[in-house]
T-cell receptor, first 113, second 116 residues
Framework: GENVEQHPSTLSVQEGDSAVIKCTYS??????FPWYKQELGKRPQLIID?????GEKKDQRIAVTLNKTAKHFSLHITETQPEDSAVYFC????????????FGKGTKLSVIP | DVKVTQSSRYLVKRTGEKVFLECVQD?????MFWYRQDPGLGLRLIYF???????EKGDIPEGYSVSREKKERFSLILESASTNQTSMYLC???????????????FGDGTRLSIL
């Protein structure tokens, strides 16, 4: 099955700085890569996703990049704000056309005012 | 907006009891999932279903079963609860079949289950 590794497990940044979270996956046929944000006590919510036919996608302060050759994808948050503090999860399906997602273990991001 | 509703936010049960966790989605999604979330382990898939009465094992199905009698409802069953099943349980649903199966999953608020 798919193996998704996520780093770092914890990340502290000063408000206004950038944050980068990286994930690697094992199945070269995987073609969909979502990122979820989970605030304390709340449900995981999709913040951005990318498909394997593009290398980068941006939504305001959030961007995701995908390197299919190296089998890794990254979440970039610019101009961080205290409300960005949360646990972030990456995920990938075990191959193309799969209903499932395998999640990384999560990154706890703390933005220090 | 997609709504995934889990029947309980908090539940306390005793060892050996049969426990039912219920999940309902209102978007006519084909696919439904049950995960458990434990600190440092992320979200681990227990079971999923891609159609009514269909089910597939996930990564950690031991000690659990599921039921999907109607498209909108997916139940997780702990046949004989044990203390190592104390956890946060999350239900999710997604649209899509076949070549369109890779779609975002929408989560419920979770049920924090304690087994004493």
């Amino acid at each position: 099955g798919e193996n998704v590794e996520q780093h770092p497990s914890t990340l502290s940044v000063q408000e206004g700085d950038s944050a980068v979270i990286k994930c690697t996956y094992s199945d070269s046929a995987s073609n969909y890569f979502p990122w979820y944000k989970q605030e304390l006590g709340k449900r995981p919510q999709l913040i951005i996703d990318i498909r394997s036919n593009v290398g980068e996608k941006k939504d305001q302060r959030i961007a995701v990049t995908l390197n299919k050759t190296a089998k890794h994808f990254s979440l970039h948050i610019t101009e961080t704000q205290p409300e960005d503090s949360a646990v972030y999860f990456c995920a990938a399906p075990p191959g193309a056309g799969s209903y499932q997602l395998t999640f990384g273990k999560g990154t706890k991001l703390s933005v220090i005012p | 907006d997609v709504k995934v509703t889990q029947s309980s936010r908090y539940l306390v049960k005793r060892t050996g009891e049969k426990v039912f966790l219920e999940c309902v989605q209102d978007m006519d999604h084909e696919n439904m999932f049950w995960y458990r979330q434990d600190p440092g382990l992320g979200l681990r898939l227990i079971y999923f279903s891609y159609d009514v009465k269909m089910k597939e094992k996930g990564d950690i199905p031991e000690g659990y079963s599921v039921s999907r009698e109607k498209k909108e409802r997916f139940s997780l069953i702990l046949e004989s609860a044990s203390t190592n099943q104390t956890s946060m349980y999350l239900c999710a649903s997604s649209y899509g079949t076949g070549e369109y199966s890779n779609q975002p999953q929408h989560f419920g608020d979770g049920t924090r289950l304690s087994i004493l």
